[in-house]
Structures are given as C-alpha cells and as structure tokens.
C-alpha cells in the first residue's frame, strides 16, 4: 500500500510540475529569443565598458558621498539612454558613514614598547572611540570560539578571523557584523580582525547588524599581521592593544535607481519581478568587484531588454540598490515603500546579482520548487550555447539584498559562476579595482541571466509562491537561518518554533 501511495505523490508532483513548464512550441520561441538574445550581448554588450568609465570617472560609490550620489545619476542617464521613459529615484534616509583616521598599537602589558599595526576601521564603527585593553585569540570567532573564551573575554579586545583558518571547528562561517554581536555578547570592548587572505591585504565592510552605529571599534589587520601578533601572544600572555578612531556619521538622503518594462499581457501584467543588485562600495578602492559586477551587469541587461524590444509577459524592474553595503538599507526601503502603497503583493519573483561573473548556472535559494523550471530553461539555454553548464544548486543564504524579499517570503535566485582567487581575495579590500574584471566573463553573466530573467517572465506560472508569514519563519528554520537572523535583529517569529 504504502509503494502505492508514494507513487501517486510522485505522480502528482510530476504533473504539477509539468503544468509550469514550456510546450514543444514555446520552447521553439523561447529558443528563437534566446538567439536573438545570445547575438546582441555578444556584439553589443557595454556592460565592461560602462564599469571601467564609472571606476574611472568616479571612483569609489560609496553610500551618501558625493562618488555615490554622481552614482546614483550616472546610472540613472545610462538608463534613460538605453530608451527607458520610465526611471526613477527611491529617496530614503540612511545614516552614512566614512572613515577618518584610525591608529592600532600592540605592545606587552606595562611596557612603553608599542608596535604600530597597519589596519583599517570596519563601517558603522562609533564616531570617536580610544580603547585600551589585553587582547583575548578567539580564533574563527564562531559561537563555540567564544563560549571558549567567555571566562576571559569581558573587558578584553577580541582577535578574531573574518574568514575560517585551521583548526576550523564549523563548516559554516558568521558575517563580519555577526562575529562583531557575539563579541559583543560576550563582553568584548573592542574586535581585531584578522583577514584571512595573503599580501597584506586589509579588508573594511560593516561590523554593524542593524545598519546603525556600533557602540565598540571594531578594525581589520593582515593575515600577516595577525599571525605577528599571535606568535607575540604564544610568548607575551599579556599583549595590549591601543585602538584609536574617527570616524564620521550623519543622516542623509540616499536613493535606489528603478527603470520599469510594464508586462505586456493582461493577464500577468500585474505580476512583478525585480532584478536587483547594489550599486553602492566600499571607498577603499574601485569597487569593480564588488558590486560593480552584479550592478552594471543589471543595467546592460535592462540595454538588452530594450535595444531588442523585449515584450514580458510579466512588469520588470530593474534596480539598482545603494545603502546594501552599510545593511541593506537600500532594498529594506524599498520594502516599506511597497508596504506603504501596497505593491509588495505584486512582488513574485526577485532576482539578486551581487558580485555575480563568468554566470554558467543559478542558485534558486531553497526554494526547490523552482529547480525544474530553471532548469529546463537552462537546458534551453544549452541548445543556443553549448558551452552554457546549466549549473543549479539551491540553498539559501544571508547578507546581500535579497535578504529583505526573502523576510517577506517572496522567492528569490541568483546567478552562479566563479571570480578568479587571485580577484576574490580583493573583495571588500584595497585592491577591489577596474583592472581585476574579465570582459568576456561579464558578458556570460548579462546574456544568461538575460534568458532567464525573459524565460521567468513569460512563464506560464512561478512554481514558488510567496510564502505567509509562519511559513517563513518555517523556511529559515529549514535552511539553519534563524541563529544568524537573531544575530541581525531579524528574526520576526520571537521564540516560536
């Protein structure tokens, strides 16, 4: 009996399945707009060109800087270049940020002997802030590093890594901001972090998980420098640390950028999909990793959309995010604006690019309903080009902006593809520039996730729905989310299961 039912539950799965799938002669068009699609990114594709003259006519676009405001236009004329009658700005209030000086001296308890260490302030550190205490090794700053410690911790510096070195006591690793609460938490009055990638490499981004002020300093050194300082710590027990900052804070406007295809079916054109990426970065460099990648990749895709004259079915937009850097401030505001005019219900699909490159495949972020369906339209994809992996994997994850659609239940994917290691160690460092970006790479990127978006568009049905509110928390808990929502101060449910 129980071979017969399961059975059936499959054959049910299969047939609800099939129902959001293409038919022989849709795929026939679908290929035939994959074609033209594939033809005109490889010829006319301006998405490297239009992020080496950004790198180089702005710079840095970092969040409520005079470099993010002359982003947030430069984005805005590319768009209404590109044919879009329909741009505009998302104002929205942001506490930004900027680094002033910021000094870090080592020296043996009671002693005048100090080493001055290289290091840079992590964002959304305090104003003003002189601290002196004995540093404390939390190794890879994981929960277990710091219940480990947690007798010696209070008072105390923390010297943690922002990556995962050996011994690795947990497979997954905490963002930054979540290392920053725990050591917090446990009473630390000061974090030391350690980069974890060779070159004297220093690496800023936020150490805050609410996007406000953070009440300690928190700063990066080197890998170098970190393993100085623990060969001192294994002779000098006692090793003090003197971290001296300044930094800047003020509330000021910030905008998102949105240029809107309007659906052009009746019966879908109420349906949204959002395809967004930040375009704010850190100051430390050009930002050209991370996210000039995903971002000008989402503006020649939206290029793409016009210079073919793309009809979906379903309305896009297309957007570019700032604030994402400083706590996803951009795409959260966009959130309660569409709460506020009660669009967010129209909201069935987000597609996030945050230093996406070289795409080969998609991440459908736990939402295993929709694996079919990418992955017929990659199969498609594969009878235009071949070469195309159709790569697919599904598992969630935190820390980029489509956080704040997933909150709200609404599916979400990515795509996938790889940067060179020698590129990947610059994220979020002083070596994030222009001269690191492949052209070749970022024209996979725009003419793969240009099919999928048009192939989501069209589709007959989006497999995933937008999940209620306990179905949510149900999904977080599924995909081992909730203790780093907690560390945000996100998680929603209180203590539910």
């Known amino acids: 009996m129980k071979v017969k039912i399961y059975g059936f539950i499959i054959l049910i799965l299969l047939t609800s399945t099939a129902a959001y799938l ?39 676009r970092l969040t409520g800087s005079a470099n993010g405001k ?5 984005s805005f004329n590319l768009l209404k270049s590109y ?33 001055d260490v290289e290091v840079v302030a992590l964002a959304m550190t305090p104003v003003q802030a002189k601290t002196s205490a004995e540093i404390v090794d939390v190794g890879n700053g994981l929960e277990p590093d710091f219940q480990a410690v947690k007798d010696k911790l209070t008072g105390k510096i923390a010297l943690v890594n922002i990556g995962l070195l050996p011994p690795i006591k947990g497979t997954r690793n905490l963002h930054r901001s979540e290392k ?9 009055i000061g974090v030391i972090f350690v980069n974890t990638v060779k070159g004297n490499v220093l690496l800023t981004g936020t150490a805050s998980v609410t996007g406000g002020l953070i009440a300690i300093p928190a700063v990066c050194i080197s890998l170098e420098s970190g393993m100085q300082i623990r060969a001192w710590l294994s002779e000098e027990a006692n ?65 793409t959309f016009k210079a073919l004259n793309l009809k979906p079915k379903r ?73 195309y992996k159709n790569n697919i994997i599904n598992q969630a994850g935190l820390h980029s902006d489509h956080q ?10 990515s795509p996938i593809g790889g940067i060179a290691p020698e590129a990947l160690g610059c994220y979020h460092a002083n070596c994030d520039r222009f001269d690191l970006v492949k052209k070749d790479e970022m024209i996979n990127t725009v003419r793969y996730t240009t099919m999928m978006l048009y192939a989501l568009a069209n589709a007959e049905q989006i497999p995933a729905k937008k999940l209620d509110f306990y179905s949510t928390r149900d999904f977080f808990i599924k995909q081992n989310l909730r203790k ?12 539910s299961e």
Request: charged share 30%; net charge negative; glycine share 8%.
């Open 22 to 60: 293409p038919s022989q002669s849709e795929d026939d068009e679908l290929i035939e707009i994959f074609h033209r699609i594939n033809d005109e990114v490889l010829a006319n594709s301006r998405a490297y060109e239009t992020l080496g003259d950004a790198c180089k006519t702005i710079g840095h």
């Open 315 to 387: 309305t896009i937009e297309f957007v570019m995010f700032m604030g994402e850097e400083e706590g996803l401030l951009g795409s959260k505001a966009m959130i309660e604006r569409s709460k506020r005019n009660n669009s967010l219900e129209k909201v069935v699909f987000m597609m996030n690019l945050d230093m996406a490159n070289n795409a080969n495949g998609f991440n459908t972020a736990g939402r295993e309903e929709m694996v079919p369906l990418f992955t017929k339209m990659g199969e498609l994809m594969k009878k235009v080009e071949p070469t």
């Open 404 to 413: 704040s659609f997933m909150l709200e239940g609404i599916p979400t994917a």
């Open 70 to 74: 002359r982003a947030e236009e430069y």
């Open 180 to 188: 920053t609460a725990l050591a917090m938490e446990y009473g630390a």
């Open 484 to 495: 780093e929502l907690e560390l945000g101060h996100e998680w929603k449910w209180g203590d």
């Open 83 to 115: 044919g879009f009658k329909d741009v505009k700005y998302q104002p929205f209030q942001v506490e930004a940020w900027s680094r002033d000086t910021v000094t870090l001296a080592i020296a043996p308890r009671k002693s005048d002997n100090f080493h």
């Open 239 to 303: 090793l003090l640390a003197m971290i001296d900052m300044k930094n800047f804070s003020r509330m000021i406007k910030s905008r998102n950028v949105v240029a809107t295809i309007k659906g052009d079916s009746k019966k879908y054109r109420d349906e949204k999909i959002i395809i967004g990426g930040h375009l704010d970065s850190w100051d430390l460099a050009h930002g050209a990793l991370d996210n000039g990648l995903g971002s000008f990749s989402i503006l020649d895709i939206a290029r």
